[in-house]
C-alpha cells in the first residue's frame, strides 16, 4: 500500500519567506508526527497530531513554525519568516494509534534550504 | 526525559564481516527501543523494535538487536554485512505510557568496503 509521502521534496527559499511543507499519511492513521533533522543529527520532534488535534507541540522552535491537521488526515508544517537556520529535513511519520508502542512510519521528508 | 547515545559517529566494515551497533538510552521506566536505517535520499525504515519479553529481536534484513537492562543497551548486530546495508542507523527510544515521540540519537553512518 502507499506509504507516508511528502511534498515537495526540496524547497529553497530565501531568508524571511514564507513556506508550508504538505504531508500525506497512509490512510486511516490517526497519529502524525513532524520532526526535523540537521544535517548529522538524529530527528528531532516538532510536533504530534492525534485526529484534527495537536496533541503535543512542544518540540517547536518558535511561533515562527505552525501546523494544521484539519480534516485528521493530510498535514501543513507552516513556517513564516523563514532563517537560515530553518535549513534541515524536514520528517513526517503516522502510525494507526498513538502512543509509544506504535510504529511510526516515516515519509522520505523534505528538504528545505533557506537562503 | 528521554536520552538515546550512539556512541559511533562513522563504521566501516568489510562486506560479510559481523557488524554491531552499539545504543544506550536513558529512560526511567522500561523503554520502547527501536532501530531505523536511512539510506540517502530516503525514509526511516524501521529494521526491529522491542517492547517486552524476549530480550533479542529479530528485524528485517537479517539484523537483530539485544536489550540489556542492567547496561541501558540496545545494541544492533548483523552477522554478516552486505554491500547494500551502508547507510545511516538510528536508534530511538519511546516511552511505556502517553502519547510522547520518539527520542533518536544522532545516527551512525556505516560504509561498507569490498
Known amino acids: 500500500g502507499a506509504g507516508v509521502s511528502q511534498t515537495p521534496s526540496n524547497k529553497v527559499t530565501e531568508k524571511g519567506k514564507y513556506v508550508e511543507l504538505r504531508c500525506d499519511p497512509i490512510?486511516?492513521?490517526?497519529?502524525l508526527y513532524w520532526y526535523r533533522q540537521s544535517l548529522g543529527q538524529g530527528p528531532e520532534f516538532l510536533i504530534y497530531?492525534?485526529?484534527?488535534?495537536?496533541?503535543?507541540d512542544s518540540g517547536l522552535p518558535n511561533d515562527r513554525f505552525f501546523a494544521v491537521r484539519p480534516e485528521g488526515s493530510v498535514s501543513t508544517l507552516k513556517i513564516q519568516r523563514t532563517e537560515r537556520g530553518d535549513s534541515a529535513v524536514y520528517l513526517c511519520?503516522?502510525?494507526?494509534?498513538?502512543?509509544?508502542?506504535?510504529?511510526?512510519?516515516f515519509g522520505p521528508g523534505t528538504r528545505l534550504t533557506v537562503l | 526525559a528521554q536520552s538515546v547515545t550512539q556512541p559511533d559517529i562513522h563504521i566501516t566494515v568489510s562486506e560479510g564481516a559481523s557488524l554491531e551497533l552499539r545504543c544506550n538510552y536513558s529512560y526511567g521506566a522500561t523503554p520502547y527501543l527501536f532501530w531505523y536505517v536511512q539510506s540517502p535520499g530516503q525514509g526511516l525504515q524501521l529494521l526491529l523494535k522491542?517492547?517486552?519479553?524476549?530480550?533479542l529481536v529479530q528485524g528485517i534484513k537479517g539484523f537483530e538487536a539485544e536489550f540489556k537492562r542492567s547496561q541501558s543497551s540496545f545494541n544492533l548486530r548483523k552477522p554478516s554485512v552486505h554491500w547494500s546495508d551502508a547507510a545511516e542507523y538510528f536508534c530511538a527510544v519511546g516511552a511505556l505510557s502517553g502519547n510522547t515521540p520518539l527520542v533518536f540519537g544522532k545516527g551512525t553512518r556505516l560504509s561498507v568496503i569490498a
Open positions: 497530531f492525534q485526529g484534527t488535534g495537536a496533541a503535543d
Open positions: 522491542y517492547f517486552s519479553g524476549d530480550t
Open positions: 490512510s486511516g492513521h490517526t497519529a
Open positions: 511519520a503516522s502510525s494507526l494509534f498513538s502512543g509509544g508502542a506504535d510504529t511510526q512510519y
